[in-house]
T-cell receptor, first 116, second 115 residues
Framework: EAGVAQSPRYKIIEKRQSVAFWCNPISGHATLYWYQQILGQGPKLLIQFQNNGVVDDSQLPKDRFSAERLKGVDSTLKIQPAKLEDSAVYLCASSLITGFYNSPLHFGNGTRLTVT | AQSVSQHNHHVILSEAASLELGCNYSYGGTVNLFWYVQYPGQHLQLLLK??????LVKGIKGFEAEFIKSKFSFNLRKPSVQWSDTAEYFC?????????????FGKGTKLSVKP
């Protein structure tokens, strides 16, 4: 099966600019996650979607970050305006359903964002 | 707040050596435990998981992990490493009742295996 697709792979922007990342999950996967991985740390969940509804966005900095999954398939994550501390790898993951045991998370390769 | 500690930042071993990577978590209730691996240039992938039952779980590629509830630990082991095991390993915890995707990851341990 095709994996989780993310684009772009790399992005360099200046602070205060805006940026958007795209994710296409594995076909049929109802649940989609965005994680932020800062260098030297483990991934941190930003937002979780079940189909096109938000399940958990408690760790999303909503003053600058937004995400949508309009048709319950692909998703975009936007940062506006970007800050230096947003430099990180942004990972998208998907799973068939929200239950873990028989539905592991499948991660994409991520988008590496550098804010200068 | 929940947290996950991985004791070693970088481990260097020779092929055929035994591996043990430490992972401790801070949460007093029911937890689900995971080890993920990221090979160079590849995406994160699940190595093994513990939900309940036998505290010794076996994963892919000969890895295993033991859940010791009294020590809040979930250490990863492999009897004999290979050069192809060179990767970064992440321990993750999901506290019972929390969002299914809200895994708390450790900072990762980079494993380098010398041929």
């Amino acid at each position: 099966e095709a994996g989780v697709a993310q684009s772009p792979r790399y992005k360099i922007i200046e602070k205060r600019q805006s940026v958007a990342f795209w994710c296409n999950p594995i076909s049929g996967h109802a649940t989609l996650y965005w994680y932020q991985q800062i260098l030297g740390q483990g991934p941190k969940l930003l937002i979780q979607f079940q189909n096109n509804g938000v399940v958990d966005d408690s760790q999303l900095p909503k003053d600058r970050f937004s995400a949508e999954r309009l048709k319950g398939v692909d998703s975009t994550l936007k940062i506006q305006p970007a800050k230096l501390e947003d430099s990180a790898v942004y990972l998208c993951a998907s799973s068939l359903i929200t239950g873990f045991y028989n539905s592991p998370l499948h991660f994409g390769n991520g988008t590496r964002l550098t804010v200068t | 707040a929940q947290s996950v500690s991985q004791h070693n930042h970088h481990v260097i071993l020779s092929e055929a050596a035994s591996l043990e990577l430490g992972c401790n978590y801070s949460y007093g209730g029911t937890v689900n435990l995971f080890w993920y691996v990221q090979y160079p240039g590849q995406h994160l992938q699940l190595l093994l998981k513990y939900f309940s039952g036998d505290p010794l779980v076996k994963g892919i590629k000969g890895f295993e992990a033991e859940f010791i509830k009294s020590k809040f630990s979930f250490n990863l082991r492999k009897p004999s490493v290979q050069w192809s095991d060179t990767a970064e390993y992440f321990c993750a915890v999901n506290a019972g009742g929390g969002s299914q995707g809200n895994l708390i990851f450790g900072k990762g341990t980079k494993l380098s295996v010398k041929p």
